[in-house]
């Protein structure tokens, strides 16, 4: 099934969503990988408060290019998302409701997506070029000294992505994903 969403998303949006299906994103989401997690779990355990609100934010784990001239951002597309894992209950704790990556994820994820009515979504691996046309504008909204992983705002319009986890904790593979990327590029 295909779907047309607009960000941010909240628990009640992603119930009817089921792995597999298609999903074009628009509106606002944020850029967070490694550094930016290991940042926030510290700010969490240290209660100084997160450098912004992830009430129902969709969190994408990418590091983009920089740039060309007159260009919201350069090439970024899904890193590896298993990095993450250790993150996930915590960022889902913090109001967090989708992230965005690449590859598979560890067991325990479907089950937090259940517990937590969150989704993991696949974005589209080796289309970095691509997926920077569905951006219409960027700003580092925290840890800029992280250069390409400083966290971003992104406004996305018509990103695509697939559903690899849902609320359910239903998922499928990176290569059972493959078949539906064919019939939407």
Known sequence: ?????????????????????????????????????????????????????????????????????????????????????????????????????????????STLCLTYGGVYFLGLGGAAALTASQVRHSTVVAYEDLGTEAIRRLEVENMLVFVGIDTLGQSLSEQEISKYRRTHL
């Open 1 to 109: 099934m295909t779907h047309h969403l607009s960000l941010p998303l909240s628990k009640k949006t992603l119930l009817p969503l089921r792995a597999g299906d298609a999903i074009y994103l628009s509106g606002p989401l944020y850029t967070a990988r490694d550094a930016a997690h290991i940042r926030l779990a510290a700010a969490v355990a240290a209660g100084t408060g997160l450098p912004l609100d992830l009430q129902d934010v969709t969190i994408f784990y990418t590091g983009p290019c920089p740039p060309k001239p007159g260009e919201p951002i350069g090439s970024l597309g899904p890193t590896t998302s298993q990095r993450m894992d250790p993150f996930v209950e915590m960022m889902f704790l913090q109001g967090m409701s989708a992230m965005i990556g690449k590859g598979d994820r560890s067991p325990h994820i």
